[in-house]
Each structure stands twice: as structure tokens, then as C-alpha cells.
């Protein structure tokens, strides 16, 4: 091609890229496609993208050919090697300064790499995160890009045109930082979705087997928390899925095998936090939830083995809803607290300056996770950019103090139903850690250093003092190196 035409590039037109190629396409922006399967770049173009502003590369020189400078490509195939093969193909061709973008769901510490390694070649790179699936794609997702610094202002013209909105009519859609810390936002978002779904999943449990509520009674339900406090896209389509029948009238979801999935973001955003000492707790656990899940055929036969001692729910139905709607916000906003400790460690360790306010406005729309109470983060952060946990700033340590009591009756019913909630009890058992001026790691010291001489710190004596007792009488002056994980 002998004259560039188009703004932007995107490569892979699987169910994202095909949709994010129109949303560009809808926002003015003329586009060029390439995928690697002709028949399915042929079958966009000549179907969905016909009659648009797209051009259709049969090779990956005509595409990058077609870009104006700098050119901007999106790149939307198989996280892992499939993206380093790409890089390598792509990066002859281009001219100094092109920015290559990888929109899909890296890990972080794969971005931090190539954002290096394609800077040393003369070129710029973005990790962007991209939320909202195939609906957020097409109408508008929530972008977290981070990565050369440079490429910012050449793409932000087309990133926030495509973004999602808040309600106030900004974009979600801000730099977030250096090298891999868009990716990074993006897997703790990924993470904490896991909470929120895995919270609401123990809900919805309590509700029905615990309280024998219908799924249209908890349609009804979830419709009514949906207009309150606890508005969200998550608690939105639970709502819609408890209403939906199949052909035959049954109920869809008491008929889809108990057995969950999952991508690896959430694992990732778990090992992230075990590596920076990190206690996400809420997060881990409904990662485990998951694994419990998939092993259904086990859990069959254990419960053939061990009699499961699940009861029937008793007392006041209505006031236990109102309980669990209390329990559900309070453990939300751990998880929340939970996730923006492990961004804040993360900063630290890479060296990223993120806008903690500005990423809570990112996940106010267009995102899985957006909530109303996002806003009440960005004014958290806002009234103090140096908060070190979203339960110490007053509207949030208000909002779960109120809630601290229905909270503790639904983990005490749940225990005595015999139903399992791991997510909303280990919510609570961290905020009653976090805010524990005395924990029993004393005692484990002393274990340490009785079987290891791992020494300890005493309460009265100076921060950074290590002492070591001969517990035995047998043992030696020689104790072992102490070091923080």
C-alpha cells in the first residue's frame, strides 16, 4: 500500500478484537485489520465491518503499511509466546517510535519484559488492560494502559474516545503507569472480581439452600439491592440470571453444573501478593473456591461418605436478607481494601507512581466490577492520595463498623446451616486482624525460634533488636538468619 489510510491497526479478530475494531471504527477513527486466518479477516470484512471505514490486510506489511505515523497497533491474540512471535514479526517493519499495544490479558511481569525490550529496539510498548467483554468491547470497556510513557499521547485520543463513561461523562480510561502496571491494575481488578462473584455466590447459597428462597424471590431480591448501595454490574446480572428459563421452563441456573472455571488472573493476583507479603485473604480464598468447585466428582463421593449436616434456616427470613445485604457491602469493600493494599505494595516494588483515585474511576464504568461505590474510593483517595487502607478513611470505617454486627450474625447462622462461606468469613476475620493491636505471631515467634533458632523482636525493647532463647537448655548461642517474606 502506497498511501497510509488508517489511524490505528488491530491484529486478531476473535470475539474482543472484532468487537474493539468497531468500536474505533464507530468513534471516527478509519482502522486496519489483519488476523492470521485470511477466512476470518475476509468474513469481517465483508460482513460486520462492510461498508465501513476499515482496511483489510491479506499480510502484515500491506497492514503496518497502511498505518499513518506513528503508527499504533493493537495487538488482541493468545496471551504468552503467541505475543513475543508477533512482537518479532511485527518489529521489522516498523519505523522508530511506532507504538506496539498489547491489549490482551498478559501477566504483568511479561509486560514489564517487552515494554524493555521493545524500547531497546527504538520503539514504544503498551500493556493495556481491557474490561467489559464482548459488550464493553463494542459500547464502550474500561482501559488501564501503562508502558512507555511516550506512547501516551498518541493513543489517548482514541483510548478515551472508546472507553467507557462514568455517569459524569469521564472516561475510564487513564495512563496508569510504567511497564507492566497496566496489566498489573488489570489483574488485581481480575482478582477482586473473583471476591465479588465468590461473595455473591455464598449469598446466594445461604439464601437458597439455607432459606429455601426461590430464584424468584432472589430475583426480586437482587433487583431491590441493585437500586440501593450495593448497585453493580455483578449484582445486576445476578439479578437477570435468577428470571431466565430455557425451553423446557426450567430454571437455567439450577440446571448448570456446580463446576467452576477460571483463566489464571486471579492466581496470578494471589501469587503477586503472597511475593510482596501481602495478606489478600478474600481474594485467595475465592481463588480455592474455585478449585473446590472443579473437583465435583470428588465432593460427590465424599458426600456419599460424610453425611453432609446442612439445616434449614429458621428464624426471620426477612431480617436475614438484611443481614446478608449488610454482609455482602461490608466484605465487598474488604476485598476492595484488600486489592488497593496490593497495588500499593506493587508500586513500591516496581517503582510505579499509580493514581489510586484516578484507577477507581477507571472501574467505575464500562468494567466487571464497577459499583457505585467506586466513587467513594476516588473521594477516599482524593481527601488523602496517601491512604495506606480504604478501612481508615471514615466513610468506608463507618461503613463497615454499622454493618460489623449483621455481619457476624450471618457468619454465625452460615456456621450453624453447615453451608460454607469462605469469602465472607475470612472478610471479617481480616478486618478483625487489621485492626488488632495484638496478634498471637508472638507465640509463633517463640515456636520459630524454639525449632530453629529464628530469634524474634521483644515488646520491650527497640524495633529491629533480635534476641533468641535457649528454650531446651541443650541448644547453643548460633541462631539462624531472620528475613520478611
Known sequence: MSTPVSEIGLIGLAVMGENLALNIESKGFPISVYNRTAAKMDAFINGRAKGKKFFGATNLADFVGSLKSPRKIIMLV????????????????????????????????????????????????????????????????????????????????????????TPDGEPCCEWIGGDGA????????????????????????????????????????????????????????????LAVKDEQGNEVVDVILDAAGQKGTGKWTVVAALEDGMPLSLIGEAVFARCLSAAKEERVAASKLIKPDVSTFSGDRKKFVDDLRQALFASKLVSYAQGYQLMRAAAKTHGWKLNNGGIALVWRGGCIIRSAFLSDIKKAFDLNPNLVNLLVDPFFKDAVETRQAAWRRVIVQATQLGIPVPCLSSALAYFDGYRA????????????????AHTYERTDKPRGEFFHTNWTGRGGSTTSQTYTA
Open 437 to 452: 493491636a495484638r496478634l498471637p505471631a508472638n507465640l509463633l515467634q517463640a515456636q520459630r525460634d524454639y525449632f530453629g
Open 182 to 241: 497496566g496489566h498489573f491494575v488489570k489483574m488485581v481488578h481480575n482478582g477482586i472480581e473473583y471476591g465479588d462473584m465468590q461473595l455473591i455466590c455464598e449469598v446466594y447459597d445461604l439464601m437458597h439452600r439455607g432459606a429455601g428462597l426461590t430464584n424468584a424471590e432472589m430475583h426480586d431480591i437482587f433487583a431491590e439491592w441493585n437500586r440501593g448501595e450495593l448497585d453493580s454490574y455483578l449484582i445486576e446480572i445476578t439479578r437477570d440470571i
Open 78 to 165: 493468545k496471551a504468552g509466546p503467541a505475543i513475543d512471535e508477533l512482537i518479532e514479526q511485527l518489529m521489522p517493519l516498523l519505523s522508530p517510535r511506532d507504538i506496539l499495544i498489547d491489549g490482551g490479558n498478559s501477566h504483568f511481569p511479561d509486560t514489564v519484559r517487552r515494554t524493555k525490550y521493545v524500547e531497546s529496539k527504538g520503539f514504544l510498548f503498551v500493556g493495556s488492560g481491557v474490561s467489559g467483554g464482548e459488550e464493553g468491547a463494542l459500547l464502550g470497556p474500561s482501559m488501564m494502559p501503562g508502558g512507555s510513557a511516550a506512547a501516551w499521547e498518541h493513543i489517548k485520543p482514541i483510548f478515551q474516545a472508546i472507553c467507557a463513561r
